[in-house]
């Protein structure tokens, strides 16, 4: 009575319900009964389903025996065809075929295709070598080439990049090769100086003047004025123009009551 008396309230009611569900019936606890499992076939561990053996595949609710050809191997799963071609063969009509691997290419990683050897490319079936010219390099892919710095290509052969004065090479290969530097506009394979006004910036692009005015400031032929904001109006997103305030519309030069 003292060591019952001692021992903590949860341990007492852990034991009362262990107590309790060990004087249950076993058959509550029984799993249902597998029925209708065909042969070749074996019992799912939770439920009431079934799975076929390894070697066999369902097909209309029947386990029936996976025909692996010549040169394939069983997979693990029971679903599908079940099987697959070993390394260095390909699936044809159900059966497995072995590759037929060109001069100068290699068997990928999985096994099932093949990829020529850099500096040569795919073409009908066959690898073929890259033909790099001269002042060209072997791209990274090794199935293309590029032309080397300085020179750019056209067809098949690698140019060399003329840059004008007051120019640069860029690493471009298909467009001209090179670019102004700042301060400067092409115009005619030649760098021109940009003329940037008063209140004015330099942009640099490949069209247009070469320069925008200031915030404040709008085009004016080559000039940059100052923009005079008529009363209630202030200067729009742009900065190179002006918009009337909420209440008001844009009317000529002013701004009126709406």
Not at 1 to 18: D, S
Not at 61 to 78: E, H, R
Not at 230 to 258: I, T
Request: proline share 4%; glycine share 10%.
């Amino acid at each position: 009575m003292r060591n019952i008396l001692k021992t903590p309230a949860y341990l007492v009611c852990f034991l009362t319900l262990l107590a309790f569900f060990s004087a249950l019936p076993q058959a509550g606890f029984a799993e249902k009964p597998h029925k209708n499992i065909p042969k070749n076939a074996q019992a799912t561990t939770y439920g009431s389903g079934w799975n076929c053996n390894h070697g066999f595949r369902e097909v209309g609710q029947k386990c029936v025996t996976i025909d692996v050809p010549s040169n394939g191997y069983l997979l693990k799963n029971s679903y599908g065809r079940g099987w697959s071609c070993l390394r260095g063969f390909q699936e044809i009509d159900e059966t497995c075929v072995a590759l037929k691997i060109p001069q100068y290419a290699y068997l990928e990683s999985q096994g099932n295709g093949w990829k020529c050897a850099r500096g040569f490319f795919e073409k009908e079936g066959n690898c073929i070598e890259v033909m790099v010219p001269k002042n060209g390099h072997l791209e990274s892919s090794g199935s293309d080439w590029q032309c080397n710095r300085g020179f750019r290509k056209l067809e098949s052969t690698c140019l060399k990049v003329k840059v004008p004065t007051n120019g640069y090479l860029t690493n471009a290969t298909y467009d001209k090769g090179w670019a102004c530097e700042r301060g400067f506009k092409e115009a005619k394979n030649t760098c021109v100086a940009v003329n940037v006004p008063k209140n004015g910036y330099f942009v640099a692009s490949s069209y247009g003047k070469g320069w925008k005015c200031e915030r404040g400031y709008r085009e004016a032929e080559k000039a940059c004025i100052a923009i005079e904001l008529p009363p209630f109006a202030q200067l729009d997103y742009s900065g190179n123009n002006w918009e009337c305030s909420r209440e008001y519309r844009k009317k000529q030069e002013e701004c009126v009551v709406e």
